[in-house]
């Protein structure tokens, strides 16, 4: 059965330094990958997603992520945090073939410090 | 920029009463996605339409959960009767076409209590 697993509920760190959300997935075939942030009482915004071709995906708000087929991971990095990076972050995955239908992971909530 | 409304944004109800939650997609999105979020979890999909049509209802609790798209346009999604377990944030996506690298646009939500 296809799953996403997010290593850490919550995650904290220091405004500027390197912010790292790990997501991992489990498939008998290869995925389509995403990350979404939610910020408090709002709906999911799109960060970027991974659908084919180079596996370091770049996304809004300066973060980036990277495919990496052997580890079955797609983590989530930002290189200097900023106080209005705080939000609630999931990885999800589809699958070709399908409707697109999105299995979310259990989110990481991150806290930035000043 | 378009966006996926929903309303209500809140709804407090007690147990065994009907509710409904309205979504209005993206013009032109002929994809609709209903999901519940239960509060520490993510997303998980109810109902996915594609135009009118019901494409995956797999998760859906049909023997109190229903949902619709006439037109195929706006979507309503219904509880009758509520249970306290139902209580969960409501969320309405759409997307363009439906396939698996399309990206899914969020409404803002819905917040259900059932006391």
């Known amino acids: 059965a296809q799953s996403v697993t997010q290593l850490g509920s919550h995650v904290s760190v220091s405004e500027g330094a390197l912010v790292l959300l790990r997501c991992n997935y489990s498939?008998?075939?290869?995925?389509?990958l995403f990350w979404y942030v939610q910020y408090p009482n709002q709906g999911l915004q799109l960060l970027l997603k991974?659908?084919?071709?180079?596996?370091l995906v770049k996304g809004i708000n300066g973060f980036e992520a990277e495919f990496k087929k052997s580890e079955t991971s797609f983590h989530l990095t930002k290189p200097s945090a900023h106080m209005s990076d705080a939000a609630e972050y999931f990885c999800a995955v589809s699958f070709s073939g399908g409707y697109n239908k999105l299995i979310f992971g259990a989110g990481t909530r991150l806290a930035v410090h000043p | 920029e378009a966006e996926v409304a929903q309303s209500p944004r809140y709804k407090i109800t007690e147990k065994s009463q009907a509710v409904a939650f309205w979504c209005d997609p993206i013009s032109g999105h002929a994809t609709l996605y209903w999901y519940r979020q239960i509060l520490g979890q993510g997303p998980e999909l109810l109902v996915q339409f594609q135009d009118e049509s019901v494409v995956d209802d797999s998760q859906l609790p049909k023997d109190r959960f229903s949902a619709e798209r006439l037109k195929g346009v706006d979507s309503t999604l219904k509880i009758q009767p509520a249970e306290l377990g139902d209580s969960a944030m409501y969320l309405c996506?759409?997307?363009?076409?439906?396939?698996?690298?399309?990206?899914?646009?969020f409404g803002p939500g819905t917040r259900l209590t059932v006391l």
């Open positions: 996506a759409s997307s363009f076409a439906g396939t698996s690298t399309d990206t899914q646009y």
């Open positions: 498939s008998s075939v290869p995925p389509y």
């Open positions: 991974y659908t084919t071709g180079a596996t």
